[in-house]
């Protein structure tokens, strides 16, 4: 949608795209003093999506907009900062052509792994993979075949907080923003989930919250479920219990087999997982407390 007066063309006759995401209090006049500040400031708003919560009394907000080419994203953060602060928000501002760093990290089931790596080279992810990470040796060759640094951090009992704590030296040396559990198969620590928290996604192999533990897919059949699927979400120092970003689920037969409902799964948690790390880099997806909310 456009509210403002467009945009004019920069020294270079091209305009600079960013996103704005905010959440605070709900209250009268937030959408009006954002739009004034972007029309003030000469930009022109290309997509607004707005949602207000009863529940939580939150509301939220992304504006995809244009600027002018002089314009910095430094100055736009400064001269926003007034209007932020006017109404309590927690609020950022991003260039939208600004690919988010990202670290893979992978166990012993390379799915994931595999379908996200393909869909960055695609370009049908904007992200960056800075590196994968894995407490095994097994997609080593996987990553190098991408170009992609690959880190082995073995993980015990002993050396779990030696490993995290490399993680997060990682994670702060190649300034990533989010950390993706591609079929990770470690239980990460309270330490570490509240370090990265909001930053870290897992993908959990069934229709969260049903079926957790140890083989899922084999639960569902003893069950004889007629849906299968599989939960992207935020890592929280709850196992399994983070804010659900996506969920994806599949119709099938009493005549699948354990096995079939397997194959069936990878597929599915594929598809949640790559939707998940899609929304998240777009900085389409907001907090709310336990839940969350997916400008999609």
Partial sequence: MSESQPTQPGPHGRNDQYVLTLSCPDKQGIVHAVSSYLFITGCNIEDSQQFGDHDTGLFFMRVHFSADASVSVDKLRA???????????????????????????????????????????????????????????????????????????????????????????????????????????QVLSDDLCKALSGRIINIHHSFLPSFKGAKPYHQAHARGVKLIGATAHYVTADLDEGPIIEQEVERVGHEVTPDQLVAIGRDVECQALARAVKWHSERRVLLNGSRTVVFA
């Fill in 79 to 185: 001269s926003f900062a007034a209007v932020g602060d006017s109404f309590g928000m927690d609020w950022q501002i991003h260039r939208a052509d600004e690919k988010m760093r990202i670290i893979l990290m992978v166990s012993r089931f390379g799915h994931c792994l595999n379908d996200l790596l393909f869909r960055s080279r695609i370009g049908a992810l904007p992200v960056e993979i800075a590196a994968v990470v894995s407490n095994h040796t097994d997609f080593a060759a996987l990553a190098g075949s991408y170009d992609i640094p690959f880190h082995h951090i073995p993980v015990t009992r002993d050396t779990k907080a030696e490993a995290e704590a490399r993680l997060l030296e990682l994670v702060e040396a190649e300034q990533v923003e989010l950390v993706v559990l591609a079929r990770y198969m």
